[in-house]
């Protein structure tokens, strides 16, 4: 029995804890911040029972990732990028809106959203390219070209409905240059002109966002928000301009709320200008550090969307500073121990895809605890492994099978390399004494 279990849980050790404590702390705080949902659907249990049943579907995809081997995941690269690329021109035609974004596709009753596949192809993409391109020196001075060359079009298509997803992917790619030994003068200048892009982007959805929409925004954002589930979403008869440039105004008023410095006293303000990120700081100073407790959350019944791009702010409601800095502290230990494992393999690609993969995760989730205590404007950017989501909790245990993975063939050729060694020391002993 016990090596049954065993060979489930092969790989490191400690990413197994992490990946396990993670989804401990999501089931326990996704039931406490899904009130909105248990209400909407008649159900106390029905959030939860869905939660569950992804995190198991997802644990068991971790588990075939595990089981493996890292050539085929070369080999899914094409396939993966071909895939994405449809999915994303089909999503951006005809998808499922939620929250005025077209993002998810249905397929037989099932919520797919082609940003997160898009994700995880660009990495496995990018780590490929660096490691087929590795010089005595460093990085072949092609190889920024061919990674830009690859996921530009793909950035592009998820920048037109995500624009946070975007940026993500784009430093990702930017670290995982920097990790691939690309060349700092090439990354440099790539950074200063990605700047000036940015620059230009948001000067014109400063000047063109549709006033008008940010208006009606506001006037309907409770509304909007209170459907929170995603999991039932509607299709959009916009036309194509439309699809793309509708979403200058929602842009334009998050850029504006962010970075509007001026304090406003707390009767004068406006929840329902600002209703997520006024729930939220209600929520963190309602913790009173030490927290309320699981399942005590008051604001869980009045933050948007508490149980996805929010959690965090409910964590530190309900577990306080302590729970916060735990959650943290887990996201930094699966970042470090993923640089241990690439550390020891002795191929580039497998080093470079969990890097890649990991910086994911730990970036993504960055960005959400980053909106939530205020410090970043709202992306909707969920945290990995901890909020509800459907095709974002899955794609981010494949994540944790496939760094598993790589960890099982690094432990093997670091055991047999030291064995060589072993054996090596033995015969010169045997030399020396005779």
Same mark, same amino acid.
């Given at each position: 029995?016990?090596?049954?279990?065993?060979?489930?849980?092969?790989?490191?050790?400690?990413?197994?804890?992490?990946?396990?404590?993670?989804?401990?702390?999501?089931?326990?705080?996704?039931?406490?911040?899904?009130?909105?949902?248990?209400?909407? &659907?008649?159900?106390?249990?029905?959030?939860? !029972?869905?939660?569950?049943?992804?995190?198991?579907?997802? *644990? @068991?995809? $971790? +588990?075939?990732?595990?089981?493996?081997?890292?050539?085929?995941?070369?080999?899914?690269?094409?396939?993966?990028?071909?895939?994405?690329?449809?999915?994303?021109?089909?999503?951006?035609?005809?998808?499922?809106?939620?929250?005025?974004?077209?993002?998810?596709?249905?397929?037989?009753?099932?919520?797919?959203?082609?940003?997160?596949?898009?994700?995880?192809?660009?990495?496995?993409?990018?780590?490929?390219?660096?490691?087929?391109?590795?010089?005595?020196?460093?990085?072949?001075?092609?190889?920024?070209?061919?990674?830009?060359?690859?996921?530009?079009?793909?950035?592009?298509?998820?920048?037109?409905?995500?624009?946070?997803?975007?940026?993500?992917?784009?430093?990702?790619?930017?670290?995982?240059?920097?990790?691939?030994?690309? &060349?700092?003068?090439?990354?440099?200048?790539? !950074?200063?002109?990605?700047?000036?892009?940015?620059?230009? *982007? @948001?000067? $014109? +959805?400063?000047?063109?966002?549709?006033?008008?929409?940010?208006?009606?925004?506001?006037?309907?954002?409770?509304?909007?928000?209170?459907?929170?589930?995603?999991?039932?979403?509607?299709?959009?008869?916009?036309?194509?301009?439309?699809?793309?440039?509708?979403?200058?105004?929602?842009?334009?008023?998050?850029?504006?709320?962010?970075?509007?410095?001026?304090?406003?006293?707390?009767?004068?303000?406006?929840?329902?200008?600002?209703?997520?990120?006024?729930?939220?700081?209600?929520?963190?100073?309602?913790?009173?550090?030490?927290?309320?407790?699981?399942?005590?959350?008051?604001?869980?019944?009045?933050?948007?969307?508490?149980?996805?791009?929010?959690?965090?702010?409910?964590?530190?409601?309900?577990?306080?500073?302590?729970?916060?800095?735990?959650?943290?502290?887990?996201?930094?230990?699966?970042?470090?121990?993923?640089?241990?494992?690439?550390?020891?393999?002795?191929?580039?690609?497998?080093?470079?895809?969990?890097?890649?993969?990991?910086?994911?995760?730990?970036?993504?989730?960055?960005?959400?605890?980053?909106?939530?205590?205020?410090?970043?404007?709202?992306?909707?950017?969920?945290?990995?492994?901890?909020?509800?989501?459907?095709?974002?909790?899955?794609?981010?245990?494949?994540?944790?099978?496939?760094?598993?993975?790589?960890?099982?063939?690094?432990?093997?050729?670091?055991?047999?390399?030291?064995?060589?060694?072993?054996?090596?020391?033995?015969?010169?002993?045997?030399?020396?004494?005779?």
């Amino acid at each position: 029995m016990e090596k049954k279990i065993g060979n489930i849980f092969k790989g490191d050790k400690v990413i197994w804890m992490v990946f396990f404590f993670l989804c401990i702390i999501s089931i326990i705080e996704v039931f406490s911040s899904s009130s909105t949902l248990s209400y909407k &659907s008649e159900n106390y249990w029905a959030p939860i !029972i869905k939660h569950g049943g992804t995190i198991i579907f997802g *644990f @068991v995809m $971790a +588990v075939a990732m595990l089981n493996t081997d890292c050539r085929y995941f070369k080999l899914a690269t094409l396939p993966l990028l071909g895939l994405s690329f449809i999915l994303l021109l089909y999503v951006l035609v005809a998808g499922g809106s939620t929250n005025d974004a077209a993002r998810w596709i249905n397929f037989l009753g099932i919520q797919f959203q082609p940003s997160e596949m898009a994700k995880m192809a660009l990495v496995f993409a990018a780590a490929q390219i660096l490691s087929a391109l590795q010089t005595p020196t460093g990085a072949d001075k092609d190889t920024m070209k061919f990674i830009l060359s690859t996921s530009s079009i793909f950035i592009l298509l998820i920048a037109l409905e995500n624009m946070s997803t975007a940026v993500l992917i784009c430093i990702v790619l930017v670290l995982m240059m920097f990790v691939g030994n690309v &060349s700092i003068r090439q990354i440099g200048k790539l !950074i200063g002109r990605v700047l000036l892009v940015v620059v230009v *982007f @948001v000067a $014109a +959805v400063m000047i063109f966002g549709n006033d008008k929409e940010e208006l009606n925004e506001k006037q309907n954002l409770t509304e909007q928000y209170q459907k929170v589930d995603a999991d039932k979403t509607e299709t959009s008869d916009k036309g194509f301009v439309a699809k793309v440039f509708h979403r200058f105004g929602t842009w334009k008023g998050r850029i504006k709320r962010f970075f509007n410095n001026v304090e406003v006293p707390p009767e004068k303000y406006d929840l329902a200008d600002n209703l997520q990120v006024g729930h939220a700081n209600i929520a963190i100073a309602s913790s009173n550090i030490v927290g309320v407790g699981p399942g005590n959350s008051v604001e869980r019944d009045f933050l948007p969307q508490a149980f996805s791009d929010f959690i965090y702010a409910i964590i530190i409601e309900e577990m306080g500073i302590w729970g916060a800095a735990l959650v943290a502290f887990l996201y930094i230990v699966l970042f470090f121990r993923t640089g241990r494992i690439a550390s020891r393999c002795q191929n580039y690609f497998p080093a470079f895809l969990i890097m890649g993969l990991a910086m994911l995760m730990v970036i993504q989730a960055l960005f959400n605890m980053m909106v939530a205590v205020g410090l970043a404007p709202v992306t909707g950017q969920p945290l990995p492994l901890i909020s509800k989501g459907g095709s974002a909790t899955v794609f981010s245990s494949i994540y944790i099978g496939v760094i598993l993975s790589v960890s099982r063939s690094a432990k093997r050729k670091v055991s047999s390399v030291h064995n060589e060694s072993l054996n090596t020391e033995k015969e010169a002993s045997k030399k020396y004494a005779e």
